[in-house]
């Protein structure tokens, strides 16, 4: 069996702005050609990493290479290799389609030979055809995404970050988005992405979970969902909810309980056939009318509320909201 190879390496890597610690002694390895999502909420750490995988922010302590470059001695080796999509999508909104595909071909040094090629591939995958010589300020953020992914990957790199790059798009344009990523994930390209919505992490083949600039959990979606979710996880449709949102924590048994959409999503300690009665009969006392109650397998969003609550708050109180 062939030993897989990582395209990124992390050790302890930190990093504090003053006093503040924004990334704080993360370790994880990313191999070559899988799609690698970083989760979290805005301000969990994750921009901070990216940005020094990216050379563009030293660490404070720790280490990182990125395709076996060190991001401390070898920044610009890295520069060279990867693509890089900010949230921000770098375009220049006075130039069309066409040129900024020319400008970013230049500075990433693509053979004159190649650009033509290279350039009409990329509007073709990007679903451009037709708007080259459109001016950049007026597409849509859509295609100014697309757009953006285009001219990151116009010198073909072998490794791909994603700072939030569906950020402001709709959900069918995010779909198409991903539609892209796989298919250059098809193609044996590493993609590197930060994201806080829920449905793309489970896309990637590998999720890390980041709050407060910690890593409080790694692996696969199903890996997750299947063994970090602590308890019996119990789906409510009540009325009225806020009534039971005040009854259920502190109750004996009940870990967190947390909104979602118009339901309540329940942990319990005890199985489901012994804590599913006590909980009807319980909301029932309180005047509290239960439509339905059953055990229901956990998503991500579950999986990552419980990590997050019991990272910052004791079991007893905790109440949180959909992210």
């Keep these: 069996?062939?030993?897989?190879?990582?395209?990124?390496?992390?050790?302890?890597?930190?990093?504090?702005?003053?006093?503040?610690?924004?990334?704080?002694?993360?370790?994880?390895?990313?191999e070559?050609?899988?799609?690698?999502?970083?989760?979290?909420?805005?301000?969990?750490?994750?921009?901070?990493?990216?940005?020094?995988?990216?050379?563009?922010?030293?660490?404070?302590?720790?280490?990182?290479?990125?395709?076996?470059?060190?991001i401390r001695t070898q920044p610009e080796e890295i520069k060279k290799r990867?693509?890089?999509?900010?949230?921000?999508?770098?375009?220049?909104?006075?130039?069309?389609?066409?040129?900024?595909l020319e400008f970013y071909a230049g500075i990433y040094q693509v053979p004159l030979r190649m650009r033509r090629q290279r350039i009409a591939t990329l509007i073709e995958m990007a679903n451009l055809v037709g708007r080259e010589r459109e001016l950049v300020?007026?597409?849509?953020?859509?295609?100014?995404?697309?757009?953006?992914l285009s001219c990151a990957i116009v010198h073909q790199p072998p490794m791909l970050f994603l700072d939030e790059p569906t950020g402001g798009v709709?959900?069918?344009?995010r779909r198409a988005f991903w539609e892209l990523i796989y298919t250059l994930a098809g193609q044996g390209v590493t993609v590197f992405v930060t994201t806080h919505y829920m449905d793309e992490a489970e896309h990637c083949n590998t999720i890390a979970m980041m709050h407060?600039?910690?890593l409080i959990a790694m692996g696969s979606p199903d890996e997750l969902k299947a063994t970090r979710m602590p308890g019996t996880l119990l789906e409510l449709d009540c009325d009225p909810l806020m009534r039971t949102l005040d009854v259920l924590p502190g109750q004996p048994g009940i870990r967190e309980v947390a909104v979602y959409g118009v339901l309540l999503h329940v942990v319990t300690d005890d199985p489901a056939q012994q804590a599913i009665p006590r909980l009807r009969t319980l909301l029932e006392s309180q005047g509290i009318t239960v439509r339905h109650l059953e055990p229901i397998l956990p998503s991500l969003e579950d999986v990552f509320v419980s990590m997050v609550e019991g990272a910052t708050v004791p079991q007893s109180t905790q109440r949180a909201q959909r992210l």
């Design 212 to 214: 407060n600039g910690r």
């Design 170 to 173: 709709d959900p069918a344009s």
């Design 32 to 70: 070559e050609g899988e799609i690698y999502g970083f989760l979290g909420p805005n301000g969990s750490g994750k921009t901070t990493t990216i940005r020094m995988l990216c050379g563009l922010l030293l660490p404070t302590s720790g280490s990182a290479t990125v395709l076996g470059y060190d």
């Design 82 to 100: 990867i693509g890089y999509m900010s949230q921000k999508f770098s375009l220049y909104e006075d130039l069309t389609v066409q040129e900024n």
């Design 137 to 148: 300020a007026n597409l849509s953020g859509a295609w100014k995404q697309r757009l953006a």
């Design 1 to 30: 069996m062939t030993e897989k190879k990582h395209a990124v390496q992390v050790f302890d890597l930190t990093r504090k702005f003053g006093d503040f610690v924004a990334v704080d002694r993360v370790t994880f390895q990313v």
